[in-house]
């Protein structure tokens, strides 16, 4: 297969509440209507490992900081097949989390190092755009919806995460920061922007 044939994979990292499924749907949408083939996914994925670590987050499970990371290591693993598999047969997938998600939360309790090992399989997207929101907005936006907390939900944890996050963006491939306090449109615009001047994908 031709290298002109194997489509971007696109992902989006950040704080819980600060838009990710929001402008991975966006975008999502944007290039759907512009004829190109799309793949939602997200992680931790609807699979048996997934579900195994969305109840560690919750707290239902009780595991060490260190056999989560590896849970999801191993969902990512997983996806990460059918991720190749369709980016390689022409369709453009859009990931809401993939290894960043590890690096930053993770590394509060676990050696980055170690953690960076354990996801050597993973792939290096061609985009990765970190919504940056401080934790009070994402907070203030997650109160309207949502009735549980999870495990990585205090605000000095959060101010933490988002320091990883920045500095994940300077050691990282392809990692882009965008500024996602505001509103959703002016965010919206500025990924689309970025796809283009990219040029991940001809004709757009
Ligand atoms: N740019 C924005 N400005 C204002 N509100 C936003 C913006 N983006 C998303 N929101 C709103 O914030 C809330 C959380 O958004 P979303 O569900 O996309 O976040 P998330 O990062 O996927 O969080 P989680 O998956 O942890 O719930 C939603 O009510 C959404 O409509
Ligand atoms: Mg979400």
Redo the contacts with the bound molecule.
């Keep these: 297969m031709s290298n002109k044939d194997r489509k971007p994979f696109i992902v989006f990292e950040?704080?819980?509440?600060?838009?990710?499924?929001?402008?991975?749907?966006d975008l999502h949408r944007w290039l759907k209507e512009r004829g190109y083939e799309v793949y939602l996914t997200k992680e931790p994925t609807d699979g048996v490992l997934g579900g195994l670590i969305r109840s560690a987050l919750k707290g239902e499970l009780k595991v060490s900081a260190r056999t989560l990371a590896l849970l999801f290591a191993a969902d990512r693993t997983q996806h990460t097949e059918t991720i190749k598999r369709l980016i390689n047969s022409g369709v453009v997938v859009i990931s809401?989390r993939y290894k960043l998600s590890s690096y930053a939360y993770q590394s509060i309790e676990v050696d980055l190092d170690w953690l960076r090992k354990i996801n050597e399989g993973a792939l290096t997207p061609d985009v990765t755009f970190v919504?940056d929101?401080p934790p009070a907005v994402?907070m203030r936006?997650?109160q309207?919806?949502?009735f549980h907390t999870e495990l990585y939900e205090d605000m000095e944890t959060l101010e933490r995460v988002r320091e990883n996050y920045r500095r994940l963006a300077e050691e990282e491939e392809n990692v882009i920061i965008i500024d996602?306090?505001?509103?959703?449109d002016?965010?919206n615009r500025e990924i689309f922007q970025k796809i283009k001047e990219l040029e991940l994908l001809e004709g757009l």
């Design positions: 950040g704080l819980d509440g600060s838009g990710l499924t929001t402008h991975a749907f809401d919504i929101v994402c936006r997650l309207k919806e949502r996602g306090n505001r509103p959703q002016v965010v």
